[in-house]
């Protein structure tokens, strides 16, 4: 079968069957799925979806961490032509609901309790009416408060109402060029924007991504990057169902728990953050366990030494350490080092382009600068987006009339067309390996009542690289203490987007056209000098 067979999905998972069989797709340690169980259950899946009135094109959203039934409905979302929603597990329901509302999905497939949060009970507040049904993954539904309208296994019951000559007639209307996912991603507007890709052009990147990175038939792949991002999705289980291996999901990040696995269950592929490669490295058992099974690492999304780069090879037992660059807007693909790349290369870089995709390092008219000066970096190819969901400006502001994904990024490019990222040009700063963009955060706090007006920094710290610093002005005759504000703020957003600081100021500064001078907070957090109430939020 060619590659221009498998360009979607619902043919990726059909071939799965076809020629795996009986091979172990998902392994979970509540039970296992084969390829063709899997193929089985994502059609199932698909027909209670059209029993609910799905249409093709329509979106449906999934809330919910690492589980085999998240990789379920997402290909049954796939395989009735739907496009895929997947929500951050951080969020809160605030959060949720306004991803669920400007999407517009109808369904929505969530865990009852993750951490000890009940998420049908945070999304009830908040819950948009474009949103029909919620379909609980875990627990029964008298047990799920606030909206939640029927169990998972309930659901499936669904599949009665929809014969298999409708799925497979619905299936087939699956092309390259359907839309397969809207992945929202904050942007500098303030508000998330939800990034448009399609079949085709995610399959052709993950299975690049899976040859360069040498996934094989007998890998065993721990997933602990989450499935809402597109580490865990397509580099993740995508990725390793093109390649014919088997998936372990992985709830928490925990590295005793992850070494456990790693030995129990024979784990041979583990890409994840630096941060989790530290944290196995510091195990003061390490040298005891049987790490042997380990072959394939992909990291980055952060600065990394070649000394980690050796140590991991040396003292984890890699073969092969990899990293990568890409962003939501690009499928989640653009550039990866290759296998035999040395430690300095792996660790300095973000490898070269994938085949079809091109980087150029431009100048601020868009046009290529000189080899190793730097720039804003540029992507084009099959992979950049259709665009931001109900945003077409903003889509135009973002891809130029050449095709080229402007990304916000300043990097620079070697002789060998190996990529260096160096800076950021906006005011995005990264919390622990979790992006954050001020204006969304700002925007979430003025539904605050006593808030009138917020901004917010980056500022460096010594254990999670940045934090946000929020400078606060309280509406006339309105009072709130820098604690509370904190506490309203952990209730009420993901906790990576919860400024660690808090300032009460009786004005901003701002510029003559009213444009608020980020850069005297900072300077006002370097020198230290500070007039006002503050509070540490962690």
């Known amino acids: 079968m ?27 340690a509540g039970s296992n799925l084969s390829y063709a169980q899997l193929d089985a259950a994502r059609i199932e899946a698909a027909r209670a979806l059209m029993s609910c009135g799905i249409q093709p094109g329509e979106r449906v959203a999934i809330w919910a961490p690492n589980i085999a039934e998240w990789i379920v409905a997402a ?33 929505l497939f969530c865990c009852g309790t993750f951490l000890g949060d009940s998420y049908p009970a945070m999304l009830a507040a ?75 052009q995610n399959l052709r990147a993950i299975h690049d991504w899976a ?8 890998d065993r792949y721990l997933i602990v990057n989450p499935f809402f991002h597109a580490f865990g999705y397509k580099a993740g289980w995508l990725a390793a169902f093109a390649g014919g291996a088997t998936v372990l999901p992985h709830l928490v990040f925990n590295p005793e728990r992850v070494l456990e696995r790693i030995v129990r269950d024979r784990v041979s592929v583990l890409p994840g953050p630096p941060t989790l490669y530290h944290a196995l490295l510091d195990m003061p058992d390490l040298a005891t366990r049987d790490l042997s099974s380990l072959r394939v690492a992909v990291t980055g999304a952060a600065a990394i030494a070649p000394s980690l780069i050796e140590r991991m090879r040396a003292q984890l037992g890699f073969e092969t350490v990899l990293t990568g660059y890409g962003l939501t807007e690009s499928c989640g693909f653009a550039a990866l080092c290759r296998s035999g790349d040395d430690a300095e290369t792996v ?58 994904l402007h990304t916000g990024d300043l990097g620079t490019l070697d002789e060998r067309g190996y990529l260096r990222i ?12 979790f992006n954050c963009y001020p204006a ?4 979430l706090f003025s539904a605050h009542p006593a808030v009138a007006q917020v901004a917010l920094v980056g500022v460096p710290d010594e254990r999670l690289g940045e934090v946000g610093h929020a400078y606060v002005v309280l509406r006339s005759g309105e009072h709130a203490s820098p604690e509370e504000l904190t506490d309203w703020a952990r209730k009420n957003m993901a906790n990576y987007k919860v400024p660690r600081h808090l300032t009460l100021v009786d004005q901003l500064p701002v510029s003559a056209a009213g444009k608020v001078l980020k850069y005297r907070l900072r300077e006002a957090v370097k020198s230290g000098v500070e007039n006002h109430q503050t509070t540490p939020a962690s």
């Open 75 to 107: 290909l049954a979302i796939h395989s009735a032509g739907a496009a895929l929603v997947p929500i951050n597990t951080r969020m809160k329901g605030l959060e949720a609901a306004a991803i669920l509302e400007d999407s517009g999905a109808r369904l």
């Open 211 to 218: 040859q360069i990175a040498t996934l094989r038939e007998s």
């Open 440 to 443: 969304e955060i700002e925007r």
């Open 126 to 200: 908040h819950r948009p009416v474009t949103l029909e049904r919620v379909v609980v993954f875990d627990g029964p539904a008298a047990e799920a408060s606030g909206g939640c309208d029927e169990t998972w296994d309930a659901f499936l019951l669904r599949a009665a109402g929809t014969s298999m000559d409708a799925f497979r007639a619905r299936e087939a209307a699956v092309r390259p060029d359907t839309l397969m996912d809207i992945m929202f991603t904050s942007g500098t507007t303030g508000r998330p924007k939800g990034v448009m890709t399609t079949h085709g």
């Open 347 to 404: 660790a300095h870089t973000s490898g070269r382009a994938m085949p079809g995709v091109e980087i150029r390092i431009a100048d601020t008219s868009g046009d290529a600068v000189a080899i190793g000066e730097t720039g804003e970096v540029l992507i084009r190819g099959y992979n950049v987006m259709q665009g931001y969901f109900g945003q077409q400006d903003a889509t135009f502001e973002t891809i130029d009339d050449e095709g080229w």
């Open 2 to 28: 060619t590659l221009n067979h498998i360009l979607t999905t619902p043919a990726l998972i059909a071939r799965g069957a076809a020629r795996y069989g009986t091979r172990i797709a998902i392994e979970t």
């Open 422 to 433: 160096t800076d950021r040009i906006k005011d995005m700063f990264i919390v622990g390996g």
